[in-house]
């Protein structure tokens, strides 16, 4: 029924940006929070961004805070990490993924019901 595709990651050196897409189908958004997580190899999935289009409120995790951007464009089912001064830390698989919640953004994982498959990013010292 639901479907999210992640794309725009990628091979970039510290301080370069990359853009991530999330594309939605099978589903009106609107109702949910839609996020981004990321995976690096031996770790556990950790919060990145999230909003509740409804409330227009979004949340970022400390790590990122001033340097990623979450956004979307409901006409095109689409949600976007704008990723700025990277960092070799931020080297991991990102994830869009979507919770039936319309209040203040969720970051645990275990919240969410929808995932995409998700996209590398590396980022070279």
């Known amino acids: 029924q639901v479907q999210l595709v992640e794309s725009g990651g990628g091979l970039v050196q510290a301080g370069g940006s990359l853009r991530l897409s999330c594309a939605v189908s099978?589903?009106?958004?609107?109702?949910?929070?839609m996020g981004w997580f990321r995976q690096a190899p031996g770790n556990e999935r950790e919060f990145v961004a999230a909003f509740t289009w409804s409330l227009g409120s979004t949340l970022y995790a400390d790590s990122v805070m001033g340097r990623f951007t979450i956004s979307r464009d409901n006409a095109k089912n689409a949600v976007y990490l704008q990723m700025n001064s990277l960092k070799p830390e931020d080297t991991a698989v990102y994830y869009c993924a979507a919770d039936h919640w319309v209040g203040v953004p969720r970051t645990n994982p275990r919240m969410y019901d929808y995932w995409g498959q998700g996209t590398q990013v590396t980022v070279s010292s």
């Open positions: 099978g589903r009106t958004f609107n109702s949910y929070t």
